[in-house]
């Protein structure tokens, strides 16, 4: 399964970055509920030490002035409920609430300590507070609490900013990283456009300028390029030898086989003979259209090598070449062009391959498995917008709808008892590939085979004007 190098440079960008907000908030909460613990304790001390103000002794008991006492300002501003309870040495009540319970220590030292009243959780302070002039010289017990609300509102609000200023800081970090990834994979999208951009038989180094951290895969390319063109070079190479090593043996057979079928008087060994100079024939042809075949494969072909030439003396070049041909063969060539130039960017004798395949195809096949053609074999050339249509069309049977989508596979005949190699149209295939050219086939206007080859039309580049 394939997965991009962006998606998991943002995973693991993505997942600290999470881990780091969350721990941040963890950590803080904990800060800031202790530094808040600590403030409101404070106050809440502060509130209780103001009971020390309105305590007096009358009549040798105890008592506590409340009037224009205000409960809230025990507290922290009102933000929550506040309880009070203040008792005697003896134990007794002198104001507040009764069920307010005190901490579990019995010590005279002041204790902050949580509890539950009245089915609120509260944050309460016990201190003892000494009252002058009384004759037992026993303090006065005081304790005040507070609902947690207030701490909690304030803890929340807190949280609730720093969640903010993290998720904006996040966002931020976030967009920062996504562009520098972007920048940092720039060299590989342009070493994929650069590869993309050309065809598959162009095999020149890169030359694209990359950070160090991507030369390697630079080179490594380029030394998989010189490695793949030193293997097409020596492919080229060795279709060369077979060709040349089978061409001579096959010849020295054909011109033996000659010499002693005109030399023989016996019929039947006569026969023989005529029989292996077809096949030596054969063997000829087929030898020399593999070689083609190999040559033609649109992998071994450098495009960057294909120059701009005239389509028009080459196809005329081609015909003048099977002209005689032909004409043996009671067939008529008819070649049609404007008087004007037609240019492509071509290898000059793979088109004339091309062509005199198809010339050949029409000349053999055209008359169908059991008659030999006799009629005309059409070439025309001709400008269509930006492109250039070369037609080769005859007068024959033509080829079934349903073999049209096979012919050009290598080996394939519509009918196997038909002489040829099955390689011809394969070539023309090819060839057609290697020239970024369309390759149509169909049925002519008399009923044969209409065979097109589309090439684009080399535009001479405009020189700039002069400033």
């Known amino acids: 399964m394939r997965y991009s190098i962006r998606a998991r440079l943002i995973l693991w960008f993505i997942l600290p970055l999470i881990i ?4 941040s908030l963890y950590v ?4 800031f509920a202790q530094r808040i613990d600590s403030s409101f304790d404070t106050l809440l001390r502060m509130g209780a030490e103001r009971f020390e103000e309105r305590l007096f002794v009358s009549e040798g008991d105890v008592r506590i002035n409340m009037n224009y006492f205000s409960v809230n300002s025990l507290g922290t501003g009102g933000q929550g409920k506040l309880f009070y309870r203040v008792k005697d040495a003896h134990g007794r009540l002198l104001t507040g609430f009764e069920g307010l319970q005190g901490p579990v220590e019995q010590n005279n030292e002041a204790i902050f300590y949580d509890t539950v009243f009245a089915g609120t959780e509260l944050r309460a302070l016990r201190l003892f507070i000494p ?11 005081v304790i005040v609490a507070e609902s947690r609300e207030g701490r909690e509102n304030l803890l929340d609000a807190f949280l609730s900013n720093l969640l903010g200023i993290n998720l904006a800081l996040g966002i931020s970090l976030l967009s920062i990283a996504l562009f520098a990834i972007h920048k940092g994979l720039v060299p590989l999208k342009r070493i994929e456009r650069a590869l993309r951009r050309r065809s598959a038989q162009d095999l020149s180094p890169l030359q694209e300028k990359v950070p160090n951290e991507v030369q390697a895969l630079v080179d490594s390319i380029n030394h998989l390029m010189v490695k793949i063109k030193q293997n097409m070079q020596h492919i080229q190479q060795f279709n060369a030898d077979v060709s040349h090593q089978l061409r001579t043996p096959i010849a020295e057979i054909s011109v033996l086989a000659e010499m002693s079928e005109k030399q023989c008087t016996d019929p039947a060994l006569k026969h023989y003979l005529q029989s292996i100079c077809k096949t030596t024939e054969y063997a000829a042809h087929t030898t020399q259209q593999l070689l083609k075949y190999a040559k033609t494969k649109s992998d071994l072909v450098d495009a960057s090598a294909l120059m ?5 003396p080459i196809c005329r070049e ?4 099977l002209l005689n041909r032909l004409l043996k063969r009671d067939q008529e060539l008819e070649f049609i062009a404007n008087d004007r130039p037609f240019l492509i960017r071509c290898d000059p004798i793979m088109v004339q391959w091309l062509l005199t395949n198809l010339i050949d195809n029409a000349s053999v096949h055209a008359g169908g498995p059991h008659a030999a053609y006799t009629g005309v074999i059409r070439v025309k050339l001709e400008q269509i917008d930006n492109s250039v249509c070369l037609s080769v069309e005859d ?16 080996f394939y005949r519509v009918n196997r008892d038909e002489k040829g190699s099955g390689l011809g149209l394969s070539i023309v295939s090819q060839v057609t590939q290697s020239h970024n050219a369309q390759l149509r086939l169909g049925r002519s206007e008399q009923g044969g085979l209409s065979v097109r080859v589309i090439f684009p039309l080399y535009l001479k580049p405009t020189p700039m004007p002069m400033v």
């Open 20 to 23: 780091l907000i969350s721990s």
């Open 28 to 31: 803080s909460r904990i800060v």
């Open 131 to 141: 009252v002058r002039g009384s004759t037992t010289g026993s303090p006065v017990e």
């Open 308 to 312: 701009p030439h005239d389509l028009q």
């Open 318 to 321: 081609a015909c003048a070449r």
């Open 395 to 410: 007068e024959g049977v033509g080829i079934p709808d349903d073999a049209i989508a096979h012919v050009t596979e290598r």
